[in-house]
């Protein structure tokens, strides 16, 4: 299975299937009391996000600095309410135009068709290097560690 898609929402969407309810934006998929976690975030770059207005301010902070591309998906692996999905995309840094070619796991849980938690593993020198390095990455996320 490798689907290819011009947005992390209609990944989502195919990913977790018809279960998923419909929403017009992103921030729609997540219930209020959404915990987004990033395990292998590196120092300076945040951790967790609970609650939706704080993971929508972290997307908002984060989607001028990262320029995505096709994203395609690989696998998916549902078992109940959760499903873990493989995939991965293409994108610069904005700033800087280095390459953000990343490709992730992630472990996705619903509950009453929203997504109410998100572990995000993937690789941080990635984003690290898209971004310009860790002294960068602090400054623009004020070096909170959650």
């Known amino acids: 299975m490798t689907d290819k898609f011009d947005t992390f929402s209609g990944l989502l969407r195919a990913a977790l299937g018809p279960g998923l309810v419909p929403a017009d934006d992103l921030p729609g998929m997540f219930t209020d009391d959404i915990v ?3 395990p292998f975030a590196p120092e300076g770059l945040p951790t967790k996000f609970e609650g939706r207005d704080a993971l929508t301010g972290h997307l908002a902070k ?3 600095l990262l320029s995505l591309g096709e994203m395609e998906l690989h696998a998916v692996y549902p078992s109940g309410d959760t ?3 493989e995939f991965s995309c293409k994108g610069r840094g904005v700033q800087t135009g280095l390459p953000y070619d990343q490709i992730y796991v992630s472990v ?35 070096g909170a560690g959650s």
């Not at 990635?126 to 400054?139: I, R, S, T, Y």
């Open 36 to 38: 987004f976690e990033f």
């Open 62 to 64: 984060l989607g001028p």
């Open 83 to 85: 499903v873990i999905a």
């Open 108 to 142: 996705i849980t619903l509950r009453d068709g929203r997504i109410a938690r998100y572990r995000d593993y993937w690789n941080p020198l990635v984003v690290l290097a898209a971004l310009g390095g860790a002294d960068a990455a602090n400054a623009t996320f004020g």
